[in-house]
């Protein structure tokens, strides 16, 4: 008789932690970006506190927060590398259109910004793409483990 070998799932609960702290690993490779390009500060304006440190915390919060919602969506993904990369992109855009596109022009006031797409959004969005995929090779392993 021969034995079938089932790979268990992690459960939503371990996503949700494993994803946070594989967002916040995203978070800090992305914080770096745009510290690059002096973007902190305005992160920061939406807690009205126009500080790159400050900035830095606020984004590293939603960058914990995004990478929750990741892995709680992660565990009801196929198992492997391809499709928590690919998730991790789509991940990525999915936030880059909230929020860059959306939620970041909203909560500084600047509503006529919505939707708008130049440079600047271009660079987010490759920033938003390189968070999803560091956030997926950092949370495959993590799941595994809690």
């Known amino acids: 008789m021969s034995t079938i070998i089932i790979a268990s799932r992690p459960n939503v609960i371990s996503g949700v932690k494993a994803g946070a702290i594989a967002g916040l690993a995203g978070g800090v490779v992305f914080g770096m970006m745009m510290g690059m390009m002096g973007m902190l500060p305005m992160v920061g304006m939406l807690i009205r506190q126009e500080n790159a440190i400050v900035g830095l915390i606020v984004h590293l919060i939603i960058s914990a ?3 929750a919602v990741y892995g709680a969506v992660a565990t009801q993904l196929p198992q492997g590398w391809l499709a928590a990369l690919i998730g991790g ?25 919505v939707f708008v797409i130049e440079q600047t959004q271009w660079l987010s969005l490759m920033g938003h ?11 495959v392993p993590l799941s595994k483990k809690f």
């Open 65 to 67: 927060f995004i990478g």
């Open 89 to 113: 992109m789509v991940n990525g855009v999915i936030w880059w259109v909230l929020g860059a596109l959306i939620l970041m022009p909203l909560g500084l006031g600047m509503t006529q910004m």
């Open 129 to 139: 793409l390189i968070y999803g995929i560091i956030t997926a090779l950092v949370f």
